[in-house]
């Protein structure tokens, strides 16, 4: 198998991307760049564009800390500018769908009976879906997180996914214990600091011609 970094006009924000080890506990985002990740995170694209999810978003440095004992006492919660932990909806409920459609009538300007029959394909998904919505809703988090980290790499803004944490104890924590939502991946943001040498390490991935297949 051959691994290769790629050496051609690639998108050099990805190449310069890692998840980071060891962040710089000192350096904060700004307001306006933490509005750009904001807005990245609201306008990721879902199923049926039914954004099942929750963004919990923590600068507390008490509440990072204990995201750290959460997280196999990785460093990252606790020294980031700002951790994101992604919940899912655990129950996508006709009420739910209803309060979406009326945001959908709202900003476009149309009327509930125009979107009878889509309340009606989005019901019946859900029914086939029952018992669960939950993996459903942790697989469209994914989207908002493999977004959030392209968006804050164009920034050059650093970033640490997380599937490293005890869901439990998130939920705990952010007291969504007994909510709608629950915790599926946490990601640290912030700067790389000086002394991670993995930030200088070669990043390795299969070759195009390896994870990349043509049906012509």
């Known amino acids: 198998m051959e691994f290769t970094r790629g050496n051609g006009m690639g998108n050099t924000s990805l190449h310069w991307r890692y998840a980071v080890k060891q962040f710089d506990a000192t350096r904060k985002i700004p307001a306006d760049d933490w509005n750009d990740i904001e807005e990245?995170?609201?306008?990721?694209?879902?199923s049926f564009g039914l954004q099942p999810w929750k963004f919990i978003v923590v600068t507390s440095p008490d509440i990072k800390e204990q995201l750290q004992g959460a997280s196999w006492n990785q460093t990252q919660p606790r020294d980031c500018s700002h951790m994101i932990a992604f919940a899912a909806l655990k129950q996508v409920?006709?009420?739910?769908v209803d309060s979406f459609l009326q945001s959908v009538c709202d900003g476009r300007g149309v009327s509930m009976d125009t979107l009878a029959m889509y309340r009606q394909i989005l019901?019946?998904?859900l029914k086939n879906q029952e018992g669960k919505h939950f993996e459903w809703a942790t697989n469209q988090v994914y989207?908002?997180?493999g977004?959030?980290?392209?968006v804050a790499a164009s920034m050059r803004i650093d970033a640490c996914p997380m599937e490293g944490i005890v869901r439990s104890e998130y939920d705990r924590i952010l007291g969504l214990d007994g909510s709608q939502y629950g915790t599926v991946v946490g990601c640290a943001l912030g700067?790389?600091?000086t002394d991670d040498k993995y930030a200088l390490a070669k990043k390795?991935?299969?070759s195009r011609q390896h994870v990349i297949e043509y049906r012509e």
């Open 143 to 145: 989207i908002a997180l």
């Open 191 to 193: 700067y790389r600091h």
């Open 204 to 206: 390795v991935r299969f």
């Open 147 to 150: 977004q959030v980290m392209a």
């Open 93 to 96: 409920t006709e009420e739910y």
């Open 123 to 125: 019901l019946g998904f």
């Open 40 to 46: 990245s995170l609201v306008l990721t694209p879902s």
